[in-house]
């Protein structure tokens, strides 16, 4: 099958097309046709060997984290899907492989994907989708009429955040570019800076709770907008010392990260608020909620460019400019 290979830590050239042996489903996997896979920032940092001090991959390996497809197969005592399931996936973070024909994927990580969406729309779906939910309903808390800031709200996580904190009841800010204000609005976001000519910082105050997708100075700009004892969570920030622990990653890794994120930890405490950051985590059963509410029409699949699989070069340099509105997708 063809496969797009990370043989080491690097650019673009990095990720390499080839033939290699179709995988085969172990205990309790699915064996996936790939029709489309999901481009995200986190792809191109590990390829970057930026998250190398939290885990290490095994390399080479097929790349790529959120595929959408049929089931081609099963394996010894799976029993969720069957063959011919349209599925989608955010596969194992340490094996990845969706930048391929097929892929093998553990069974609780997929789910049938929306009946609404085709491939390209749910294939954008997963890791943005997971994301936005699990920081919004396990690590922010969301409640209703709570007063939620998110910022990069144009981009494929800030679409999808948006319509679940308005789902769960929020009112939602967020930033965005005269370009983009049109689509938050249209998800649901009630107040929108224009971070070309304002500071959210010096527009909104007593926020419940901050979303922050895009790091940086908005990371700390964030506190500052929040009520006493809010949180802010972040997933473009430095990973800190909680998140080596949930990797294992070992007590070096730990100490390095604590050092790094003083200043932040420290100007959260300054302001009276907390902060963490988050990777989400690969669930099959928020999939099942995520394409329940796409089916219902609670949640719209954004999408901004597909291109074809021998253009994933392009797709990610594409991507890397940070002005995609919606997911990019490439598809087989």
Same mark, same amino acid.
């Given at each position: 099958?063809?496969?797009?290979?990370?043989?080491?830590? $690097?650019?673009?050239?990095?990720?390499?097309?080839?033939?290699?042996?179709?995988?085969?489903?172990? #205990?309790?996997?699915?064996?996936?046709?790939?029709?489309?896979?999901?481009? &995200?920032?986190?792809?191109?940092?590990?390829? #970057?060997?930026?998250?190398?001090?939290?885990?290490?991959?095994?390399? *080479?390996?097929?790349?790529?984290?959120?595929?959408?497809?049929?089931?081609? $197969?099963?394996?010894?005592?799976?029993?969720?899907? /069957?063959?011919?399931?349209?599925?989608?996936?955010?596969?194992?973070?340490?094996?990845?492989?969706?930048?391929?024909?097929?892929?093998?994927?553990?069974? &609780?990580?997929?789910?049938?994907?929306? =009946?609404?969406?085709?491939?390209? =729309?749910?294939?954008?779906?997963?890791?943005?989708?997971?994301?936005?939910? !699990?920081?919004?309903?396990?690590?922010?808390?969301? +409640?209703?009429?709570?007063?939620?800031?998110?910022?990069?709200?144009?981009?494929?996580?800030? @679409?999808?955040?948006? !319509?679940?904190?308005?789902?769960? $009841?929020?009112?939602?800010? @967020?930033?965005?570019?005269?370009?983009?204000?049109?689509?938050?609005?249209?998800?649901?976001? =009630?107040?929108?800076?224009?971070?070309? @000519? !304002?500071?959210?910082?010096?527009?909104?105050?007593?926020?419940?709770?901050?979303?922050?997708? %895009?790091?940086?100075?908005?990371?700390?700009?964030?506190?500052?907008?929040?009520? *006493?004892?809010?949180?802010?969570?972040?997933?473009?920030?430095?990973?800190?010392?909680?998140? #080596?622990?949930?990797? &294992?990653?070992?007590?070096? #890794? %730990?100490?390095?990260?604590?050092?790094? &994120?003083?200043?932040?930890?420290?100007?959260?405490?300054?302001?009276?608020? +907390?902060?963490?950051?988050?990777?989400?985590?690969?669930?099959?059963?928020?999939?099942?909620?995520?394409?329940?509410?796409?089916?219902?029409?609670?949640?719209? /699949?954004?999408?901004?460019? @597909?291109?074809?699989?021998?253009?994933?070069?392009?797709?990610?340099?594409?991507?890397? !400019?940070?002005?995609?509105?919606?997911?990019?997708?490439?598809?087989?």
């Amino acid at each position: 099958m063809r496969a797009y290979l990370l043989t080491r830590y $690097g650019n673009a050239d990095a990720m390499e097309l080839r033939e290699v042996p179709e995988p085969s489903p172990g #205990a309790g996997e699915v064996l996936i046709r790939v029709h489309a896979a999901g481009l &995200n920032p986190i792809d191109y940092k590990v390829r #970057a060997g930026q998250l190398r001090l939290l885990s290490r991959l095994d390399l *080479p390996m097929v790349a790529g984290s959120e595929l959408a497809g049929v089931v081609e $197969g099963l394996g010894t005592g799976s029993t969720r899907f /069957a063959v011919g399931d349209r599925v989608y996936a955010r596969v194992d973070k340490m094996k990845l492989g969706a930048f391929a024909q097929y892929a093998v994927v553990d069974e &609780n990580l997929v789910a049938k994907m929306p =009946e609404s969406l085709d491939f390209a =729309e749910a294939a954008g779906l997963p890791l943005a989708g997971l994301t936005a939910l !699990q920081g919004l309903r396990d690590e922010l808390a969301v +409640s209703p009429g709570d007063r939620v800031f998110i910022s990069g709200g144009a981009g494929g996580v800030g @679409t999808l955040a948006i !319509q679940l904190a308005a789902w769960m $009841g929020a009112k939602v800010a @967020t930033t965005a570019s005269p370009r983009g204000e049109k689509l938050v609005r249209s998800l649901g976001a =009630e107040t929108v800076i224009d971070y070309r @000519t !304002q500071k959210f910082k010096d527009v909104l105050s007593d926020y419940d709770a901050a979303f922050d997708l %895009t790091g940086g100075p908005d990371l700390a700009d964030s506190f500052t907008i929040l009520k *006493p004892g809010a949180k802010t969570v972040s997933v473009a920030g430095i990973p800190t010392p909680v998140t #080596a622990k949930e990797y &294992n990653a070992g007590p070096l #890794a %730990t100490t390095l990260l604590r050092i790094a &994120n003083a200043k932040t930890l420290w100007q959260a405490r300054r302001k009276g608020v +907390s902060y963490r950051h988050m990777f989400m985590r690969p669930s099959g059963e928020d999939l099942e909620l995520l394409a329940s509410l796409v089916d219902s029409g609670k949640l719209k /699949a954004v999408m901004d460019r @597909t291109f074809p699989f021998d253009q994933i070069a392009d797709a990610f340099a594409y991507l890397e !400019q940070g002005r995609a509105k919606g997911k990019v997708v490439v598809q087989l």
